[in-house]
Structures are given as C-alpha cells and as structure tokens.
C-alpha cells in the first residue's frame, strides 16, 4: 500500500510548512510548492525525510498560475495520483484600494483565485477514485476590513465562494472542499510585514482575542490536518474561522473602552 499524498503550495514556510510536517507525521508524502527561498525549501525536503516520508519541493511561483502545470505532472510521474491539496500561497500589494494599480490587482488574483480553481482542475484526474480533499487557505480580512488588505480581502472572500460550489461540482467524485480562514498568525510574514512593531503589535493583538494570544502557525495547521482526514467527512463546502474569538469581541471590546473612565 503505497503512501498518501499531499500538495501544499507554499508549504516551506509559515502555515505552509507546518500543514507540510503534520501530514508527513500522518504518514503522507509532501509535495510542496515554493516561490524563491530555496534554502526552506531544501530544510523541509530534510525534515520530512527524518520523519520517514518522501517531500519534493518544486518552484512554481502563482504569478503564473499555469507554473502549476508541471508540478502536477510531476506528482503523476513520481506518485501516480494525489489525496489532499492545500491552497495556502499567497502574496499581495498591501496598499489602498484607490491607489491599487491594474497589474497589482492582475497578480493578487492570479496568485489565489486563478491558481487555486487551476489547482483544483488539474487535481480531478489524480485524485479519482481516492476521496480527495481539497482545502483553501482564506484570511480574517475576508471578513473583516484591515488596512491595505481590501483586494487580498476580497480575492480571500472570492475563494470561499468557490469553496461552496466546488463542495457540489465535485460531490460526484467524493472530493470534499474546505476552507479555513485563520486570524493573525506568528509566522515570519508576519513578523516581517510589522517589523520591530512586532512586540508591540503582539501584545496589543493578544490583549483583542479572546483566547489571549496571537495564534502559532501550527495551530492553524492542525485545523488543516483534521480537514484532510475522515475525522471530518461530514464538514463539507464550509469555511472553518480559526481566529481565537477575535471576530465576536468587537462588541465586547467596544462596550469595554465605554466603560473605561475617562482620563
Ligand atoms: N500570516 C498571517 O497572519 C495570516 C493571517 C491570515 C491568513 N494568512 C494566510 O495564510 C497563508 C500562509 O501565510 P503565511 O504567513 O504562512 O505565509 P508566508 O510565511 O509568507 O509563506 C508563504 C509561502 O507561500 C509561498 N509563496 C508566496 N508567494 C508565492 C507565489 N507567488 N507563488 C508561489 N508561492 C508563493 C512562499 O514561498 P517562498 O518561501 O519562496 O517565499 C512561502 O512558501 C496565506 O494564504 C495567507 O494569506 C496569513
């Protein structure tokens, strides 16, 4: 019985990775998908081998959305079909919606949207016939306006959509559709984007999400790991909110700082 399969795009760091070495310790093989940082991409091809499991990290940057193709034919070639695909990269121009330029909007869709349905439809003849799982890495600012996300946000939002009816397009192949739409996660984008804010940043975070703190990567993994298994064959077309409450605190936070006395 030959190992299950797994492609994570972007799956050499961040979220990514730790979707990447869960499903290895579950006994799958990783392919992993990278746009430039190479020497992560080699750590993790390292990793998975100590657990035991073949990982084979291909570069194919979204920009292109086509640049997936080979790396489909190359899971055909090497495994000869595949059991779960991860939607997870991403990448944006963090600015305003009215400052946003055609080119900058071309490739925010193009990286998710675009890449994602051509995932899915270069996935259909390699997962025939295996229960497929097919899961999209979404984003708080789907839900909730941050500034300089709108058309990530939106693209994000656009993703989940197509989750609900990919769910339907694909029931008659027994390929189940998820999302999971994470809050603020400790990963080195994260890190980089904020900057030497960062403690700062965190700390204010913390202080908003009812669960008190800002979420490790692999703990948005594990939300992933289960929708990949049939511990969750009967969550289906859903997108799963892992954001430790912060969504229902608004509210909450708003009456506090009313009640706060005023100085
Ligand atoms: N970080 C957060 O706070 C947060 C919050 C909510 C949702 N999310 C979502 O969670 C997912 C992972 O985020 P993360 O912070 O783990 O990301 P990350 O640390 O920036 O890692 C992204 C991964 O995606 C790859 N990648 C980036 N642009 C790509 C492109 N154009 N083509 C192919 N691969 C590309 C990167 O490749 P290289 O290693 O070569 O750069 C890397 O492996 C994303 O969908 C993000 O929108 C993140």
Not at 138 to 161: C, N, Q, T, Y
Request: glycine share 10%; proline share 5%; charged share 20%.
């Amino acid at each position: 019985m030959s190992a299950p399969v797994a492609l994570i795009t972007g799956g050499s760091r961040g979220v990514g990775r730790a979707v990447s070495l869960r499903l290895a310790r579950r006994g799958f093989d990783i392919v992993s998908t990278y746009r430039r940082d190479a020497a992560a991409a080699q750590s993790l091809e390292k990793e998975v081998g100590a657990l035991g499991r073949r990982c084979t990290t291909l570069v194919a940057d979204q920009l292109e959305p086509e640049s997936l193709g080979p790396v489909f034919a190359r899971i055909k070639e090497v495994h000869g079909g595949l059991d779960v695909f991860v939607a997870n990269a991403a990448s944006t121009a963090f600015v305003p919606l009215t400052a946003m330029k055609l080119h900058q909007m071309d490739k925010t869709f193009n990286v998710t949207v675009k890449a994602f349905l051509y995932g899915v439809q270069q996935c259909l003849p390699l997962m025939a016939g295996r229960k497929g799982k097919i899961v999209a890495v979404s984003g708080m600012d789907s839900r909730m306006p941050i500034p300089f996300h709108g058309f990530l946000g939106a693209m994000k939002g656009a993703m989940e959509v197509l989750v609900k009816y990919l769910c339907n397009e694909l029931a008659g192949e027994g390929i189940r559709v998820n999302a999971v739409n994470p809050g603020y996660i400790d990963t080195d984008s994260s890190r980089f984007y904020i900057g030497e804010a960062w403690p700062m940043v965190e700390a204010n975070i913390a202080s908003q999400v009812p669960s008190g703190y800002i979420a490790p990567a692999d703990e948005i993994a594990a939300t992933i790991e289960w929708l990949c298994t049939d511990e969750s064959r009967y969550v289906n077309g859903q997108t799963l909110v892992v954001d430790g409450g912060l969504e229902t605190a608004y509210g909450m936070r708003m009456a506090a700082s009313l009640s706060e006395p005023k100085r």
